[in-house]
């Protein structure tokens, strides 16, 4: 069983920054392909970001609407990713969450919500204009 605690959300104007964290208790964290998603109040739940692709640890792919603004990373021995979000937009507002699924061995970025098993509880981001 995985868990999985998100932290890092607040309130921060449109062009600011914020790096969010996302702490796992699996100790074979590197072998976690790991994913952010974010929902805004009466919507789904989308895809923003995920790392760990295929056969490696650190391999990222993004959601076009935050390529180029925010990145992922992890550090294996602190069993954390992070997303780092620059040029925040008021459209960036939303309750973020960490998510964690099996690495495969090839290359597959799983971008729906039902591919992840395993979700954090959120973390509240709220850009204004």
């Known amino acids: 069983q995985v868990q999985l605690v998100e932290s890092g959300g607040e309130l921060v104007q449109a062009g600011g920054s914020l790096r969010l964290s996302c702490l796992a208790s699996e100790g074979t964290f590197s072998s976690l392909s790991m994913g952010w998603f974010r929902q805004a109040p009466g919507t789904e739940r989308d895809f923003v970001a995920a790392?760990?692709?295929?056969?490696?640890?650190?391999?990222?792919y993004y959601a076009d609407s935050v390529k180029g603004r925010f990145t992922i990373s992890r550090d294996n021995a602190k069993n954390t990713v992070y997303l780092q979000m620059n040029g925040l937009k008021p459209e960036d507002t939303a309750t973020y969450f960490c998510?964690?699924?099996?690495?495969?061995?090839?290359?597959?970025?799983?971008?729906?919500?039902?591919?992840?098993?395993?979700w954090g509880q959120g973390t509240q981001v709220t850009v204004s204009s």
């Open positions: 790392i760990g692709i295929g056969r490696s640890a650190d391999s990222t």
């Open positions: 998510a964690a699924r099996p690495r495969l061995t090839f290359a597959y970025v799983a971008t729906r919500p039902s591919e992840y098993g395993y």
